[in-house]
């Protein structure tokens, strides 16, 4: 496998990134026969609507996602989506802990239920600060968002991570 992380200058790989995506696609084979045939999972755009399928029959909402996201499933389906965000944009991976002021910085995935955190991973072009970047938790979160900020019915898609996303589709 290519290695995709981000080893610019600044900032530094950190340590559990590289881990985490060495585990990750160890155990994809095993994750993409357990979640439908081998086949299914190529990496291509069109992967991610039987991902958001897949996600969607596991989950109702984005409490239940959070509660799960150190499950094997959901880290699989991470992995997945950055991956294809990755192999289709040229992006790389990253991994910057941020915690509130006093706080301690998390380790990768570290709580249960974060607060005041970011201890998961992102996707974005070499470089490129992670405020641009996407993160695959997120958009398995997003999915069950039914509201915009100012409260209009929105439909989110997997597939929205790779920018395509139509503003007027509501479908």
């Known amino acids: ?80 989506i950055g991956e294809v965000v990755c192999r289709t944009q040229g992006a790389v991976w990253k991994f910057e802990p941020f915690a509130v002021e006093g706080a301690e910085l998390p380790s990768l995935f570290g709580e249960a239920d974060p607060s005041g955190v970011i201890d998961d991973p992102c996707v974005g072009l070499p470089g490129e600060d992670t405020e641009e970047a996407i993160y695959p938790m997120g958009a398995v979160h997003g999915l069950f968002t039914t509201e915009d900020e100012l409260g209009n019915p929105i439909v989110q898609h997997l597939s929205y991570v790779l920018g395509d996303s139509d503003e007027d589709d509501e479908g």
Do not use: V
Not at 23 to 46: G, I, K, L, M, V
């Open 1 to 80: 496998m290519a290695d995709r992380a981000d080893h610019s200058i600044d900032p530094q790989p950190h340590p559990d990134l590289s881990a985490w995506l060495t585990e990750r696609a160890q155990s994809f084979e095993h994750w993409a026969e357990a979640n439908s045939t081998p086949e299914a999972w190529d990496f291509s755009p069109q992967s991610l609507d039987a991902l958001e399928d897949l996600i969607r029959s596991r989950y109702d909402d984005d409490a239940e996602t959070l509660a799960a996201r150190r499950d094997a499933f959901l880290q699989g389906a991470c992995w997945y």
